[in-house]
């Protein structure tokens, strides 16, 4: 019922969006991950994720930490020399780190918030901006004001319950925008080129802050996105895909083109296998909020899940199977939810060996796996939709709720064997090989065009 809602109201969030200027969509867009994790109620005590990261004093302790370090690098290090710098808004994740490293080898780089990496710090390149005051937030943005009324406007007119958690999380949402729009208008020095890899917030807020000035605007694919209006929002002068389905997808952008994606490079691992102990099943995020593929509910999960491990234990007495969440899930929720199933969310090449067979989902993961040595089966989702286009390359291991069975799994098995060359082609529709030399030359053709203003559709 609520997968019907929140499709009904995204529609109409995106026939709102054509009534705005280009400038503004840049804000409704900021606002998407807040509907929809508004109408799944995702704001209760427990899981407010606003607080998520300051739940525990070590990692706020921590945090506070690499604030402090990044600060004083910044003080000490960062001069004025007018030199090319690029902007980017990056996740703390290895393949940003890597992206990275390539840039700061021919320009000094900026970044927004305390990236948690000892090699970058170490970096006499990067730099890391970051402010954790913000002052005179009641000094309202009149265009931000104007695009939060037709937020809520749209939640009402769905009956959506607009709680005092859903409004502490709008104050946060224009309290990042206040953030923001301080640390970008805070550098002094030859900003040239802004680079985002992601669909979050902060990405729009930055384009929108930057929107009326002398900027090429370039965006970086960031991993599987299975729904396509996240991609119908991509603004930017560049898009640079990990491969061609990407590239397919966007509209928005003024150029686009493959660059391959850094340390995802196509290599078959044949794993020592030790005695078989675990069927392992790769969950997409079902509590995050972008992770809202049709067809992919806790309801149904449970439902294919319970079907499936009744199989497994009639079948394989001695195996277990094991679940393992997507990392930016609420894996505690997740857990509480799914109490009868066990999860391991340890190092996965600890347990690959003694890995009879995977069930994967919707999930770049599953994209790495296909590395691997170990047969592959992709759970189709309740509509028997397959996300990830496997039978595009006659590689048929989509199994239904109602095909589960032993028969079925040993089949899909050893389609797995027969056709192992495939995944190569699979691997690389989706991530090419990083080509290093043609991102930087298109960096420099970015810096040189220097875009007055973006395209949106």
């Not at 019922?1 to 995106?14: G, P, Q, R, V, W």
């Not at 503004?24 to 991950?33: A, C, G, H």
């Not at 802050?209 to 603004?235: A, C, P, T, W």
Request: glycine letters at 2%; aromatic letters at 16%.
């Amino acid at each position: 019922m609520k997968n019907n809602t929140l499709k009904n109201i995204l529609n109409d969030f995106h026939n709102l969006a054509n009534n705005l200027s280009d400038k503004e969509k840049l804000l409704l867009y900021s606002y998407e991950d807040f509907i929809v994790d508004t109408v799944f109620g995702f704001y209760d005590k427990n899981s407010n994720k606003i607080m998520q990261r300051w739940n525990k004093l070590s990692q706020f302790i921590k945090h506070l930490l690499w604030v402090f370090l990044w600060k004083i690098k910044y003080i000490l290090f960062a001069n004025s020399k007018n030199e090319v710098i690029l902007f980017l808004s990056m996740h703390n994740v290895k393949s940003s780190f890597d992206l990275i490293e390539v840039l700061s080898r021919n320009y000094i780089v900026f970044l927004v918030g305390a990236i948690e990496n000892k090699k970058l710090l170490m970096n006499k390149k990067v730099f890391c901006i970051v402010n954790t005051s913000i002052k005179n937030t009641n000094e309202l943005d009149n265009t931000f004001e104007n695009i939060t009324n037709i937020v809520f406007d749209l939640l009402k007119k769905y009956n959506i319950e607009v709680n005092y958690l859903t409004k502490v999380r709008k104050d946060n949402h224009y309290n990042l925008f206040v953030k923001c729009k301080k640390l970008i208008t805070s550098i002094q020095k030859n900003l040239i080129l802004f680079i985002t890899d992601s669909y979050f917030p902060i990405s729009y807020f930055s384009q929108y802050i930057i929107f009326d000035r002398n900027f090429s605007k370039v965006m970086i694919d960031h991993g599987l996105i299975f729904y396509n209006e996240l991609y119908q929002n991509i603004v930017a002068d560049y898009y640079f895909a990990f491969g061609k389905f990407s590239l397919d997808k966007i509209n928005g952008a003024k150029q686009k083109f493959i660059v391959g994606c850094p340390q995802k490079n196509y290599l078959v691992k044949n794993i020592k296998k030790e005695k078989n102990k675990y069927f392992l099943y790769i969950l997409s995020p079902y509590l995050f909020s972008f992770a809202r593929t049709e067809g992919r509910n806790l309801e149904y999960l449970k439902k294919y899940l319970v079907k499936l491990s009744e199989v497994i234990k009639n079948n394989y007495p001695d195996w277990k199977l094991v679940l393992r969440a997507h990392p930016s899930d609420e894996i505690k929720k997740l857990k509480s939810y799914l109490n009868n199933f066990e999860f391991y969310q340890g190092n996965l090449n600890k347990i690959l060996s003694q890995t009879y067979c995977i069930f994967a989902e919707d999930t770049s993961l599953t994209i790495d796996l296909l590395r691997y040595d170990i047969p592959l089966i992709y759970p189709l989702d309740e509509f028997d939709c397959e996300h990830i286009h496997f039978s595009k390359f006659n590689y048929n291991i989509g199994l239904g709720y109602a095909e589960i069975s032993i028969n079925e799994i040993e089949k899909k098995i050893y389609l797995n064997s027969e056709n192992f060359e495939k995944r190569k082609d699979i691997y690389e529709y989706y991530y090419q090989p990083f080509d290093k030399q043609k991102f930087l030359r298109l960096i420099n053709e970015a810096i040189k065009s220097n875009c007055n203003s973006c395209n949106i559709q």
